[in-house]
């Protein structure tokens, strides 16, 4: 939900080819948000631009997919390049093509079985469906793979923080959420909140009276259904935000999250897992609340 442009690298040297992928790609959209085209002539350059733009302190990048030649300053320059992010920078997401012109220096089978790649395919097989093809099924998976680490990691630091207490619980996924919003929009601005009954659990951005009128303008939206238990979802598309309503079921109370988006996913169980995510933070909240009440200490 939260990425406002792809982020797509073509590391090659030969200028032509650089400028036409750049021509080819300029209108590629995936899930209703614009690539990004980054160019590179060289390995250097490349890491360079990789650790400098594309990943944080953390480790995390914001590279969804590079297309990277084998043949430029070296023979194996892009093969190293490939090795670099992946077992130098720790980056495991982001979607590596190798795209060559001269497949006899290293042949697919070869690349494959050595390198942790995603793709192989020649200068002379790039064409412009190929090139869409490959950048929208490369962007999905890194959303898949990115949105997931993502989740896991947080939830880690949430069920531990749920067995102190509600507070605890509550004042990490605030600290959570806000990170998450600094992180993944232009400006850190991003609004989220979620609520569990009538009660504001978490806010991002935003004061309760102001969310509290977000929620109801956003809840007279029409819904889309995402699973068997009534899980569901409202879209603005003009305003660019969603609501979702997590059902309630007999051990915890309904409640909804609401966020600005700026994509429209083609899966929408991708919507499902972010419920699913929120479900579980509303069950740590229940149990928490209920040892709380009965004094009942971990």
Not at 73 to 102: F, K, P, V
Not at 235 to 250: G, K, Q, S, W
């Amino acid at each position: 939900m939260f990425f406002d442009e792809w982020h797509v690298l073509v590391v090659d040297d030969e200028p032509d080819v650089l400028d036409l992928t750049k021509l080819v790609m300029r209108d590629f959209e995936v899930d209703s948000v614009p690539i990004r085209v980054h160019t590179a002539s060289s390995k250097a350059e490349a890491l360079e631009l990789i650790k400098s733009e594309f990943t944080d302190a953390r480790g995390d990048t914001k590279l969804a997919v590079a297309f990277i030649d084998v043949v430029m300053e070296t023979d194996s320059a892009g093969l190293e390049l490939c090795h670099a992010l992946r077992y130098e920078l720790n980056n495991t997401t982001t979607q590596l093509y190798i795209r060559t012109g001269q497949p006899g220096v290293a042949p697919e089978r070869e690349v494959i079985d050595k390198y942790d790649i995603n793709g192989y395919f020649t200068k002379v097989e790039a064409t412009e469906d190929k090139l869409y093809t490959l950048v929208k099924s490369g962007v999905r998976q890194y959303l898949w793979m990115a949105y997931s680490t993502m989740m896991h990691m947080a939830m880690h630091g949430i069920v531990l923080s749920s067995l102190q207490s509600p507070e605890a619980l509550q004042g990490m996924m605030q600290e959570s959420m806000s990170e998450f919003a600094a992180h993944r929009s232009p400006d850190g601005r991003l609004v989220q909140t979620l609520w569990i009954g009538d009660e504001m659990f978490m806010s991002v951005n935003e004061d309760e009276d102001t969310a509290r009128k977000r929620r109801d303008r956003l809840m007279q939206l029409e819904t889309t259904p995402l699973s068997p238990e009534g899980d569901k979802y409202g879209l603005d598309a003009e305003t660019n935000e969603v609501i979702f309503y997590i059902a309630e079921t007999p051990l915890n109370p309904a409640g909804h999250f609401i966020g600005e988006t700026y994509m429209i996913p083609s899966n929408p169980y991708l919507w499902l897992a972010t419920v699913y995510q929120f479900r579980s933070v509303i069950a740590l909240w229940n149990a928490a609340k209920q040892r709380q009440s009965t004094g009942i200490n971990l």
